[in-house]
Structures are given as C-alpha cells and as structure tokens.
C-alpha cells in the first residue's frame, strides 16, 4: 500500500520561503517517478514540480526560477523549496506517485501566501 504523507505548509508572508516534505512508503522509490501538485479553491489540481527516478526535473512556468523539487533516494523523501512565494501560490499542496499503474496522492499540506 503506498503512502505519502506531507509536512511543511503553513503561513508565510510574499516574497518568503517553505520547504515542503513527503515521507513515501510502500513503494520501490528507486523507481517511483515523484511529484508535487497544487489545488487552489475553485481551481483545478495543477502539476507543479515533478522528478524521475533518474533525477531529471520539471517545473509548470509560473514556478520555474523560484520552486525546486529534490529527492533523497536513501531516505524515501521528496521535498519541495519554494521560494520568492507570492500570494497565487496560495493552495494545498500534494504530494504525487504514479505506482501500481494508478494515481497515488498526500492528504496534502495547506500554505498560504499573505500580501
């Protein structure tokens, strides 16, 4: 069974940081491509940043330069850095597997960018 528990969300001011964590179990995570996506109220859930077994990134546009995504393959962690936060990334954020041929997601983490 696959679970993916975040941490890290909270209040932040614009122009800050967080990091966000998630702890994954129940899968190989040497070969689990991981991700991070957002869901603002009244929003659809975006892709934000996602990472393959192999390490290689990819970030949707509006968070390129600020967001980075990292994992630790000894640790099964993935983490989000998250910087320069404006108030429209304003969302819960979740964390992401696709394994055992389905969509594996967080509870998710709620942060909030004050202006």
């Known amino acids: 069974q696959v679970r993916l528990v975040e941490s890290g969300g909270g209040l932040v001011q614009a122009g800050g940081s967080l990091r966000l964590s998630c702890a994954a179990s129940g899968v190989n995570f040497k070969i689990a491509p991981m991700g991070w996506y957002r869901q603002a109220p009244g929003k659809q859930r975006e892709m934000v940043a996602g990472?393959?077994?192999?390490?290689?990134?990819n970030y949707t546009d509006s968070v390129k330069g600020r967001f980075a995504v990292s994992r630790d393959w000894a640790r099964n962690m993935l983490y989000l850095q998250m910087n320069s936060l404006k108030p429209e990334d304003t969302a819960v954020y979740y964390c992401?597997?696709?394994?055992?041929?389905?969509?594996?997601w967080g509870q998710g983490t709620q942060v909030t960018v004050s202006s």
């Open positions: 992401h597997t696709y394994y055992y041929a389905r969509n594996n």
């Open positions: 990472i393959s077994a192999g390490g290689i990134t």
